[in-house]
C-alpha cells in the first residue's frame, strides 16, 4: 500500500456513482496538481476527523466512527455532489489507503495464539465462514439481490466485517460504491447485533466462556465482537477474541479462492484482470511480525499497541471517506435493500445456529 497497487478494475469514470463528474486530468508533476491531491487527502482526513467526533456524541457512539464517517461522506456527497477537483487525492485515499490499513490490520491477529490455542475453533470458523457466504448467496439469488454487493455481505458476516469486504472487493471486481455501502451496511447492523447480545447475554444459560464463543464465532467485526463479549469478563472476552482471530486468518486463504474461482467461473468482464493481491501479503507479514517480533525481541507497551490500533482505524476510516463519496444514494436506493435483507436474514441464522452449538 505504501506502493502502488491498482485496483483490479480500472477506474471507470463513467459509471452511475461518477456519472456526473468528468475526470480531472491527473499531472502531479505540477504544483496545481500535487496541491489538489493534497487537498483531496485532507477533505477525506477532515471527514473522518469529524467522524470521529460524531461517534462520540451519546446514540452514535455504539455505531462507531466508521459508519459515523461513511454516513458524512454519502451525506455530502447526496447533498453537495462529488468534489471533482479533488478527485486524484480522495481516489488516493479509497484505494491506496485502503490496502495501508488492512496490512496495518494484520498486526491485530496473533498467528501463534490462534495454532496454539485455537485451532480447534478453526472447524467452527471455516463453518461458520461457508455458512455465510453459501446461505447469503442464496437468500440473494432467490430475491434477485444484487451479486457482487451480496458477496461482499456474505464475506464481511463471515470473516471480519469491513476489512474482509475491503480485501475482496477489488478481487470480485465490485465498484467503489458497492464497496462503501457494504461496509456501511455491515458496520451498522453488526452494531445492532452487538448491543442486542449484550442485552440477551443475562436471559441465556450460558456460561462466560461459552457466551465469549459465540460472540466470537457469530458477530460481524472484531469491535463488535470486544463489545458484546466485554460484559461476560475476561475469560468471555479472551474466548470471543480468539475465535475472531480465527476467522480473521481465513480472510487470507479466502481470498486466493475467491480468485481462482472469479477466473475459472468466467465472471470478469471482458479485459478485466486480477491482479495478484499483495496487500494480502503485507497484511500476512504484519501478522507474523506482531506475533512473533514484536514483543518478543523489540519490547513495546500496551500504549504503543492502542495507538497502532487508533491510527489503522483511522487510516481504514479515511479510505472509507473516499468511498463513501462515490455512493450515489439516488442509484442504490433499490439495489442495496435486497442484499441487506439477505445478509439480516444470515445474520440472524447464524446468531442462531451457532447458539445451538456452543
Not at 96 to 102: E, P, Q
Not at 140 to 162: H, I, P, Q, R, Y
Not at 293 to 318: D, Q, R
Not at 338 to 356: E, G
Request: aromatic letters at 8%.
Amino acid at each position: 500500500m505504501a506502493t502502488q497497487i491498482k485496483n483490479s478494475v480500472p477506474l471507470n469514470e463513467s459509471n452511475e456513482s461518477n456519472a456526473s463528474v468528468q475526470p480531472a486530468k491527473n499531472n502531479k508533476s505540477t504544483p496545481a496538481s500535487f496541491s489538489l491531491w493534497i487537498a483531496g487527502i485532507a477533505f477525506t482526513f477532515f471527514i473522518a476527523l469529524t467522524g470521529y467526533g460524531l461517534a462520540k456524541i451519546p446514540g452514535f457512539q455504539q455505531v462507531g466512527p466508521l459508519a459515523c464517517s461513511i454516513l458524512i461522506a454519502v451525506a455530502y456527497r447526496h447533498f453537495r455532489g462529488y468534489p471533482g477537483a479533488l478527485r486524484s487525492g480522495i481516489q488516493f485515499s479509497a484505494k491506496r489507503l485502503l490496502r495501508l490499513a488492512i496490512i496495518l490490520y494484520g498486526l491485530k491477529l496473533n498467528i501463534d495464539v490462534v495454532l496454539n490455542q485455537g485451532l480447534g475453533l478453526l472447524i467452527y470458523d471455516a463453518g461458520v465462514i461457508i455458512f455465510a457466504i453459501a446461505v447469503t448467496m442464496l437468500i440473494a439469488k432467490w430475491l434477485k439481490a444484487d451479486t457482487s454487493l451480496s458477496l461482499m455481505l456474505g464475506v464481511g458476516t463471515g470473516v471480519c466485517g469491513a476489512a474482509a469486504i475491503a480485501a475482496v472487493s477489488p478481487i470480485i471486481a465490485a465498484k467503489d460504491e458497492d464497496t462503501a455501502i457494504g461496509v456501511g451496511m455491515i458496520a451498522l447492523v453488526g452494531t445492532l447485533f452487538a448491543i442486542s447480545y449484550t442485552i440477551l447475554r443475562p436471559f441465556l444459560p450460558l456460561s462466560p466462556v461459552e457466551y465469549g464463543m459465540w460472540s466470537g464465532i457469530s458477530l460481524h467485526e472484531i469491535a463488535h465482537v470486544a463489545l458484546a463479549a466485554a460484559p461476560a469478563g475476561q475469560d468471555g472476552l479472551a474466548i470471543a477474541l480468539l475465535a475472531k482471530l480465527g476467522r480473521v486468518l481465513l480472510l487470507v486463504p479466502l481470498c486466493f479462492i475467491l480468485m481462482v474461482w472469479m477466473k475459472r467461473s468466467g465472471k470478469l468482464q471482458s479485459g478485466t484482470k486480477i491482479e495478484f493481491p499483495w496487500f494480502l501479503i503485507g497484511f500476512l507479514a504484519m501478522s507474523v511480525f506482531g506475533s512473533y517480533v514484536l514483543g518478543t525481541y523489540i519490547p513495546v507497551s500496551e500504549a504503543f499497541h492502542s495507538g497502532v490500533a487508533n491510527i489503522t482505524t483511522f487510516v481504514l476510516t479515511m479510505a472509507m471517506v473516499g468511498l463513501g463519496l462515490n455512493v450515489d444514494l439516488r442509484a442504490l436506493r433499490t439495489k442495496a435493500a435486497r442484499p441487506l435483507i439477505a445478509m439480516s436474514i444470515t445474520s440472524i441464522l447464524l446468531s442462531v445456529l451457532s447458539l445451538a452449538f456452543v
